[in-house]
């Protein structure tokens, strides 16, 4: 599939920003623009990302109601796309909305600000949106998977962030979707990332997801943890698998 399909999928594309404004194109009020991958959007309290360049455009040409319903159609498409998502497998309904709020909650108890729990938020929604390139046949295998298929579910973090980064108002999110499997010791994937060179966000969202994964049932395993054990689990892998600041911050939620 090549990258400009990835980005027509499932709404993913320019249409909802201005059908949903009401504009009759790109170029319409507002200062809306063009994206392209070599735009690279990242969380900086200095340098305002694409998104919020479209919103302080539209706040001066548009007023704020305008901006409002730009927040909420991008609401909308994340939410959207996770139920979609969610929807191939029985096993996992709801999932994604489960990890997006336990992200937001963990982002607030680190004090990372607002724009941060929202980004978060935005992330949990979309972090398995790269599963819909994984056939069904492996998606729902009873059993345990081949080495040949685990390459092929170790593509969807990739295949999300690139799905992801071509929505002007959601490729900020990205980065944090491409590095959710990576690991605090530098095993995880796709890229190997180690430590702190892992993006915060997708340090936050490896948290949320495997928490929400042990303590609810998969078909591939029968049994599921307590918050408890869940929390004594992950712990036990604090300082290699997971960022240990984020661990002590889930630890806090649940005393």
Request: hydrophobic share 40%; charged share 25%; glycine share 10%.
């Amino acid at each position: 599939m090549s990258s400009p399909d990835r980005g027509r999928l499932i709404g993913f594309n320019l249409t909802w920003v201005h059908h949903g404004l009401g504009l009759k194109s790109a170029t319409d009020r507002g200062g809306i623009v063009e994206t392209s991958r070599s735009m690279s959007p990242k969380l900086s309290g200095s340098r305002p990302n694409l998104y919020d360049r479209i919103r302080d455009s539209l706040r001066k040409g548009l007023g704020g109601s305008r901006v409002e319903e730009l927040e909420a159609w991008k609401q909308a498409t994340s939410e959207l796309a996770a139920q979609a998502v969610d929807a191939r497998d029985v096993a996992t309904a709801s999932h994604s909305a489960r990890v997006a709020q336990l992200a937001a909650r963990l982002t607030e108890q680190l004090a990372l600000g607002q724009r941060w729990v929202e980004l978060m938020r935005m992330a949990g929604l979309l972090h398995d949106l790269g599963m819909i390139g994984v056939r069904d046949d492996i998606l729902n295998k009873p059993g345990p998977l081949r080495e040949d298929e685990w390459k092929i579910i170790r593509r969807h973090p990739d295949i999300g962030a690139d799905m992801i980064c071509w929505h002007p108002a959601l490729a900020e999110v990205a980065p944090i979707v491409r590095h959710h499997h990576e690991r605090w010791d530098g095993s995880g994937y796709p890229a190997g990332l180690k430590g702190e060179i892992v993006p915060m966000g997708a340090r936050i969202l490896a948290v949320a997801e495997s928490f929400d994964t042990i303590t609810n049932k998969r078909i591939y395993r029968g049994n599921q943890l307590t918050s408890v054990d869940a929390i004594r689990d992950i712990g036990e892998h604090s300082g290699s698998w997971y960022d240990p600041a984020v661990v002590d911050a889930l630890g806090a939620l649940y005393r």
